[in-house]
Protein backbone atom coordinates (compact mmCIF):
# COMPACT_ATOMS: atom_id res chain seq x y z
CA UNK A 1 0.00 0.00 0.00
CA UNK A 2 1.67 3.38 -0.96
CA UNK A 3 2.23 5.71 1.63
CA UNK A 4 0.39 8.97 1.50
CA UNK A 5 3.24 12.64 1.63
CA UNK A 6 2.19 13.49 4.81
CA UNK A 7 3.01 10.16 6.13
CA UNK A 8 5.98 9.92 8.50
CA UNK A 9 8.98 8.27 7.15
CA UNK A 10 11.53 5.97 9.67
CA UNK A 11 14.58 7.15 10.08
CA UNK A 12 17.47 5.26 7.98
CA UNK A 13 19.81 3.20 9.78
CA UNK A 14 23.26 3.89 9.03
CA UNK A 15 25.84 1.82 7.81
CA UNK A 16 28.96 1.97 10.06
CA UNK A 17 30.88 1.70 6.54
CA UNK A 18 29.16 5.09 5.05
CA UNK A 19 32.17 7.23 4.64
CA UNK A 20 29.65 10.27 4.55
CA UNK A 21 26.91 9.62 6.85
CA UNK A 22 23.45 11.44 7.54
CA UNK A 23 23.26 12.53 11.10
CA UNK A 24 22.32 9.58 13.19
CA UNK A 25 18.49 9.18 15.22
CA UNK A 26 17.83 8.91 18.40
CA UNK A 27 17.73 5.12 18.34
CA UNK A 28 21.15 5.06 16.83
CA UNK A 29 22.95 7.32 20.03
CA UNK A 30 24.38 4.44 22.35
CA UNK A 31 26.47 3.81 18.54
CA UNK A 32 27.32 7.01 17.70
CA UNK A 33 30.70 7.27 19.14
CA UNK A 34 31.71 3.57 17.43
CA UNK A 35 30.35 5.00 14.35
CA UNK A 36 31.79 8.23 14.30
CA UNK A 37 35.17 6.72 14.69
CA UNK A 38 34.86 4.28 11.68
CA UNK A 39 33.27 7.02 9.44
CA UNK A 40 36.26 9.13 9.90
CA UNK A 41 38.99 6.70 9.55
CA UNK A 42 36.79 6.05 5.88
CA UNK A 43 36.04 9.17 4.93
CA UNK A 44 39.71 9.94 5.41
CA UNK A 45 40.72 6.66 3.51
CA UNK A 46 38.44 7.71 0.72
CA UNK A 47 39.94 11.62 0.40
CA UNK A 48 43.75 10.78 1.32
CA UNK A 49 43.26 13.18 4.49
CA UNK A 50 45.19 10.66 6.57
CA UNK A 51 47.91 12.83 8.73
CA UNK A 52 50.92 10.33 7.38
CA UNK A 53 50.06 10.76 4.17
CA UNK A 54 49.85 14.24 4.00
CA UNK A 55 52.90 14.51 6.08
CA UNK A 56 54.40 12.07 3.31
CA UNK A 57 53.23 14.78 0.45
CA UNK A 58 54.46 17.57 1.56
CA UNK A 59 57.92 18.63 0.32
CA UNK A 60 60.81 17.80 2.57
CA UNK A 61 63.34 20.24 4.27
CA UNK A 62 65.75 21.77 2.36
CA UNK A 63 69.43 20.69 3.56
CA UNK A 64 70.19 24.24 5.23
CA UNK A 65 66.76 24.09 7.12
CA UNK A 66 67.79 20.84 8.30
CA UNK A 67 71.58 21.91 9.42
CA UNK A 68 69.64 25.33 11.06
CA UNK A 69 67.09 22.94 13.10
CA UNK A 70 70.34 21.14 14.26
CA UNK A 71 72.57 23.92 15.02
CA UNK A 72 69.45 25.72 17.39
CA UNK A 73 69.95 22.48 19.76
CA UNK A 74 73.16 22.61 20.08
CA UNK A 75 77.02 23.34 18.32
CA UNK A 76 78.32 20.47 16.13
CA UNK A 77 81.34 20.11 14.39
CA UNK A 78 81.65 20.96 10.77
CA UNK A 79 82.29 16.81 10.42
CA UNK A 80 79.37 16.00 12.88
CA UNK A 81 77.59 18.15 10.70
CA UNK A 82 78.72 17.16 7.29
CA UNK A 83 77.61 12.87 8.03
CA UNK A 84 73.91 14.31 9.44
CA UNK A 85 73.59 16.46 6.33
CA UNK A 86 74.75 13.97 3.49
CA UNK A 87 71.70 11.55 3.11
CA UNK A 88 69.72 15.28 2.01
CA UNK A 89 72.33 16.50 -0.62
CA UNK A 90 72.41 15.67 -4.15
CA UNK A 91 76.64 15.86 -4.26
CA UNK A 92 79.49 17.07 -1.98
CA UNK A 93 79.98 20.12 -3.38
CA UNK A 94 76.33 20.95 -2.62
CA UNK A 95 76.79 20.41 1.10
CA UNK A 96 80.68 22.09 0.95
CA UNK A 97 79.38 24.93 0.02
CA UNK A 98 76.10 24.89 2.49
CA UNK A 99 79.05 24.27 5.40
CA UNK A 100 81.20 27.37 4.20
CA UNK A 101 78.14 29.61 4.05
CA UNK A 102 77.09 28.14 7.52
CA UNK A 103 80.68 29.76 8.78
CA UNK A 104 80.63 32.24 7.12
CA UNK A 105 77.29 33.26 8.98
CA UNK A 106 78.46 32.30 12.25
CA UNK A 107 75.98 29.43 12.23
CA UNK A 108 78.72 26.71 12.59
CA UNK A 109 81.79 26.64 14.33
CA UNK A 110 84.54 23.94 15.66
CA UNK A 111 86.10 26.55 18.11
CA UNK A 112 82.34 26.98 19.87
CA UNK A 113 81.77 22.82 19.46
CA UNK A 114 85.51 21.98 21.15
CA UNK A 115 84.35 24.89 23.68
CA UNK A 116 80.87 22.96 24.49
CA UNK A 117 82.17 19.82 24.45
CA UNK A 118 85.00 20.77 27.27
CA UNK A 119 81.94 22.44 29.03
CA UNK A 120 79.90 19.04 29.34
CA UNK A 121 83.01 16.94 30.01
CA UNK A 122 85.75 18.37 32.13
CA UNK A 123 84.25 17.71 34.90
CA UNK A 124 83.78 14.00 34.41
CA UNK A 125 86.74 12.89 31.86
CA UNK A 126 90.11 13.20 31.40
CA UNK A 127 92.20 14.97 28.69
CA UNK A 128 92.33 11.45 26.83
CA UNK A 129 89.25 10.86 26.61
CA UNK A 130 88.04 14.71 25.59
CA UNK A 131 91.16 14.99 23.32
CA UNK A 132 89.94 11.58 21.86
CA UNK A 133 86.10 12.82 20.86
CA UNK A 134 87.50 16.11 19.18
CA UNK A 135 89.75 13.40 17.14
CA UNK A 136 86.90 11.82 16.32
CA UNK A 137 85.05 14.83 15.19
CA UNK A 138 87.40 15.68 12.84
CA UNK A 139 88.43 19.29 14.67
CA UNK A 140 92.08 20.61 13.60
CA UNK A 141 95.30 19.58 14.86
CA UNK A 142 95.90 23.43 16.41
CA UNK A 143 92.13 23.84 18.33
CA UNK A 144 92.97 20.42 19.57
CA UNK A 145 96.41 21.06 20.81
CA UNK A 146 94.82 24.49 22.60
CA UNK A 147 91.84 22.19 24.24
CA UNK A 148 94.94 19.67 25.48
CA UNK A 149 97.33 22.39 27.24
CA UNK A 150 93.65 23.92 28.65
CA UNK A 151 92.66 20.85 29.78
CA UNK A 152 96.11 19.66 31.13
CA UNK A 153 96.50 22.94 33.94
CA UNK A 154 93.69 21.48 35.39
CA UNK A 155 93.93 17.73 35.52
CA UNK A 156 94.97 16.63 38.91
CA UNK A 157 92.00 18.91 40.24
CA UNK A 158 89.42 17.13 38.22
CA UNK A 159 90.78 13.86 38.71
CA UNK A 160 90.84 14.62 42.51
CA UNK A 161 87.20 15.70 42.40
CA UNK A 162 86.29 12.55 40.19
CA UNK A 163 88.44 10.38 42.90
CA UNK A 164 86.42 11.99 46.22
CA UNK A 165 83.19 11.33 44.83
CA UNK A 166 83.45 7.53 43.69
CA UNK A 167 86.13 6.68 46.57
CA UNK A 168 87.40 9.35 48.52
CA UNK A 169 89.55 7.22 50.91
CA UNK A 170 92.85 5.56 49.36
CA UNK A 171 93.87 2.33 49.05
CA UNK A 172 94.88 0.03 51.61
CA UNK A 173 95.46 -3.35 49.03
CA UNK A 174 96.90 -3.93 45.36
CA UNK A 175 93.61 -5.25 44.46
CA UNK A 176 91.84 -1.86 45.86
CA UNK A 177 94.51 0.32 43.80
CA UNK A 178 94.52 -1.38 40.63
CA UNK A 179 90.38 -0.84 40.45
CA UNK A 180 90.61 2.42 41.18
CA UNK A 181 93.01 3.23 39.06
CA UNK A 182 91.03 1.33 36.30
CA UNK A 183 88.44 3.70 37.04
CA UNK A 184 90.28 6.50 36.69
CA UNK A 185 92.29 5.70 33.05
CA UNK A 186 88.52 4.37 31.83
CA UNK A 187 87.64 7.85 32.40
CA UNK A 188 90.83 9.53 30.91
CA UNK A 189 92.96 10.92 33.39
CA UNK A 190 96.52 9.88 32.71
CA UNK A 191 98.93 7.60 34.99
CA UNK A 192 101.13 10.33 35.81
CA UNK A 193 97.86 12.03 36.84
CA UNK A 194 96.86 8.62 38.41
CA UNK A 195 100.06 7.22 40.86
CA UNK A 196 100.05 11.24 42.43
CA UNK A 197 96.28 10.79 43.40
CA UNK A 198 96.63 7.27 44.79
CA UNK A 199 100.05 8.33 46.39
CA UNK A 200 97.88 11.05 48.24
CA UNK A 201 100.09 14.06 46.72
CA UNK A 202 97.87 16.99 46.78
CA UNK A 203 100.49 19.37 45.24
CA UNK A 204 99.78 19.90 41.36
CA UNK A 205 103.01 19.12 40.12
CA UNK A 206 104.42 19.73 36.36
CA UNK A 207 103.12 16.47 34.26
CA UNK A 208 106.18 15.06 32.44
Known amino acids: MRKGPSAPVPPARL???DPDPAHPGDD???EAPTFSRSSERARRAST???????????PGRSPKARALAY???????????SRKLMPFVDDVGELDALLASLE?????????FAESLVHRRASR??????VGELKRHAVGDTLIEQVSAQLRETELARAQSVWRRKYGQLPETP???ARQARFLVARGFSHATI????????DDWPEA
Not at 48 to 58: C, K, V
Not at 71 to 81: F, P
Not at 125 to 130: P, V
Open 15 to 17: DPQ
Open 28 to 30: DAA
Open 48 to 58: GSNPSAGDQQR
Open 71 to 81: LSRREYSRSEL
Open 104 to 112: REGWLSDSR
Open 125 to 130: LGAGRI
Open 175 to 177: AER
Open 195 to 202: AKILKGIE
